[in-house]
């Protein structure tokens, strides 16, 4: 649902995040590559993650100080479009971004709001133990 105030519609970020356009070409997907299925929720490093209908305001202000600070994240090519938001304890937050290709699913997470934030990207499923690498930044 689309308001003029209140919540912000997913497609915000979508402008937001092209805004900063991408300098590389997306990889290239065949038939058989498989999409990663994300669940209403799950349980990863002593946190329960639940999946959100729709970004607030305040995560559209989030995610755009983040990418202005870190503008190469933004021009990662998996960066495209409205990230899948889970929400854990105390107002932490984890935006996943994918991309089926040929070689197997790949993703990228932001986790926001428990301590530094973690950018964390890998191939297959990320809701698995050591799925993915971590740089703290």
């Known amino acids: 649902m689309v308001r003029a105030f209140g919540t912000v519609p997913l497609a915000a970020v979508c402008l937001l995040v092209a805004g900063w356009g991408c300098s590389q070409p997306a990889e290239l997907v065949s038939d058989n590559a498989e999409a990663i299925d994300f669940p209403p929720s799950f349980a990863q490093d002593g946190e329960t993650w639940t999946k959100q209908p729709e970004m607030s305001e305040a995560e559209?202000?989030?995610?755009?100080?983040?990418?202005?600070?870190?503008?190469s994240v933004a021009e990662n090519a998996i960066v495209e479009g409205a990230p899948v938001v889970y929400a854990g304890?105390?107002?932490?937050r984890r935006y996943y971004w994918s991309a089926a290709a040929i070689d197997g699913a790949e993703w990228l997470c932001i986790e926001i709001g428990r301590g530094p934030v973690q950018l964390t990207d890998g191939r297959g499923n990320p809701f698995v133990e050591g799925g993915g690498r971590d740089e703290t930044q």
């Open 60 to 71: 559209v202000e989030r995610l755009s100080d983040y990418f202005r600070r870190n503008p």
């Open 89 to 92: 304890a105390r107002n932490a």
